[in-house]
């Protein structure tokens, strides 16, 4: 089978869902193409150009549309359950693609009820060759990967309770293994329906990999792909908690284990895709 793997490309989930997961089942990967002659089965990530979708349509080519982070942000606070799941579906009615890749359970079952679309459910796959985490005898650093305008409220209320602890907080380390903690929280006008039950389990499938302990909020993807380590926290109190709790490195050691045992790997995503493309 030929598979073709495009999109608008540029973002992050471009380079996980496309170059990566396209990369790892050998598709030709290349963002806005042009021409998808001899091709068996194009998919799609995130955006969805116009004049893209107007020349996969042109091809006749059956193409997937893989929906992640597709919904316009912060846009998208504004909206409540019911308006979030009638943007996609309008969407989806739009594009008409033959299948979708859902990222979370939650989105598919939102949008699509009784699954009446082609579908597969794939979550991000941990970063590959990232570095194990040592577990080292304290908590030391505190780290959080992504743009920070996205913590919002959370950032100095977090960066105090780590300098009350003598803990330093770190935004972007250069490998998630250089923190002993990691964490995952959203606030202000990017936590929303949308975000908050169709955002994929990235920063828990990178702890995962990394075997590095996380606390975060209740998101379904976090919740959909958890093992049972996790520590939810929804204010600082259960912030504190988790810092209490994971301070013995005995702990974190275990919750390391677990989390490598538990890791979704790019190979078992690219198994999926696959299996899903072959069978559709």
């Known amino acids: 089978m030929k598979v073709a793997v495009t999109g608008?490309?540029?973002?992050?989930?471009?380079?996980?869902?496309?170059?990566?997961?396209?990369?790892?089942?050998?598709?030709h990967v290349q963002p806005k193409?042009?021409?998808?002659?001899?091709?068996?089965?194009?998919?799609?990530v995130k955006r969805t150009p116009a004049d893209l979708i107007a020349r996969l349509k042109a091809s006749k080519v059956p193409w997937v549309y893989d929906p992640i982070d597709c919904y316009p942000q912060p846009a998208c606070a504004e909206w409540d359950r019911d308006r979030a799941i009638l943007w996609v579906r309008e969407t989806l009615v739009h594009l008409k693609p033959h299948g979708v890749i859902w990222p979370t359970e939650r989105m598919r079952d939102d949008c699509d009820p009784f699954h009446r679309i082609k579908s597969v459910v794939i979550p991000h796959h941990c970063r590959?060759?990232?570095?194990?985490?040592?577990?080292?005898?304290?908590?030391?650093?505190?780290?959080?990967?992504?743009a920070t305008r996205y913590l919002a409220c959370w950032e100095n209320a977090l960066r105090r309770e780590c300098e009350n602890r003598n803990i330093e907080f770190v935004c972007n380390p250069a490998e998630l293994a250089d923190v002993d903690v990691v964490v995952a929280f959203r606030g202000g006008e990017w936590s929303n329906y949308a975000t908050r039950h169709w955002k994929s389990h990235v920063k828990l499938a990178d702890a995962h990999g990394t075997g590095t302990p996380f606390i975060g909020q209740r998101e379904r993807g976090y919740i959909e792909n958890a093992c049972g380590r996790e520590f939810w926290?929804?204010?600082?109190?259960?912030?504190?908690?988790?810092?209490?709790?994971?301070?013995?490195?005995?702990?974190?050691?275990e919750i390391s284990e677990r989390f490598r045992e538990k890791a979704y790997r790019l190979e078992d995503a690219a198994a999926?895709?696959?299996?899903?493309?072959?069978?559709a």
Do not use: C, H, K
Request: charged letters at 25%.
């Open 33 to 44: 193409m042009q021409d998808f002659a001899g091709f068996d089965v194009v998919v799609v």
């Open 233 to 253: 926290a929804e204010s600082l109190t259960e912030f504190r908690l988790a810092l209490e709790w994971m301070a013995e490195r005995d702990v974190r050691a």
């Open 272 to 279: 999926a895709l696959r299996g899903f493309l072959e069978a």
């Open 8 to 27: 608008r490309g540029g973002a992050g989930s471009w380079q996980m869902r496309g170059e990566q997961l396209g990369g790892a089942i050998g598709a």
């Open 128 to 146: 590959p060759r990232a570095a194990i985490n040592p577990i080292r005898e304290r908590i030391a650093r505190v780290g959080y990967e992504g």
